[in-house]
């Protein structure tokens, strides 16, 4: 068994390329013998987003703070809130963007623990 | 894709022998095209715990409001608040109890979509 909290968590800046303004937590992973999946959690700030892009396998989210918009494949966008899930799955274009012009946007990003 | 939100979701009285006030919803499930896994939303009420058991599989948790406690194997009770990350590894003995008098206590916990 592990428990942490979040705001006990180091937030390290996520470099990958067309990411702007993103810090990644990693509360629950491999490393804690997760036989599955990991849960990562992102914090946006405003004006930041993840890359637009595509990849082989899910994202599971949950909002935990602020508001934001998830770009779809052909351009729309779905508004994000604090409360809500979202599923994306495997190979469907996607981008997390914060709406706010002074909130951070924060969400839970589970993936398979290979893509942790 | 798909976003919802946890207001906008049944809640179903969880019968499971030795539950006591325990509501579950499905945000995120094999219905959805989830590849892997499944996450499940439990509210406990105030006095309300789940059974204290165990099951070949992980439990990955988020605590989204209240306060509860984490019993283990050996009886001894860890603290959750909102912000905490818990995981539960397969074939752990464990029980989640809502340790507030008065608030409800709401958690994630995301299982493999074949127990969800």
Redesign the interface.
């Known amino acids: ?7 006990d968590m180091e937030k390290i800046p996520v470099t990958m390329q067309d990411a702007a303004g993103v810090c990644k937590q990693l ?2 992973s491999a490393a ?6 990991s ?1 990562r959690v992102f914090t946006i700030e405003p004006g930041g987003h993840t890359p637009y892009h595509t990849h082989p ?2 994202h ?1 989210n ?1 909002i ?1 703070e602020g508001s934001g918009e ?1 770009v ?1 494949e052909n351009g729309d966008k ?4 604090k ?8 190979d ?1 274009l ?1 981008q997390y963007r914060n709406s706010s012009a002074s909130e951070s946007f924060i969400m ?1 990003c ?1 993936v ?1 623990k290979e893509y942790e």
């Open positions: 068994m592990k428990v942490i909290s979040l705001s509360p629950l804690d013998g997760s036989p599955v999946f849960f396998f899910e599971m949950f935990i998830l779809q779905i508004a994000l809130k409360g809500d899930f979202a599923l994306v799955l495997p469907e996607h839970i589970a398979p």
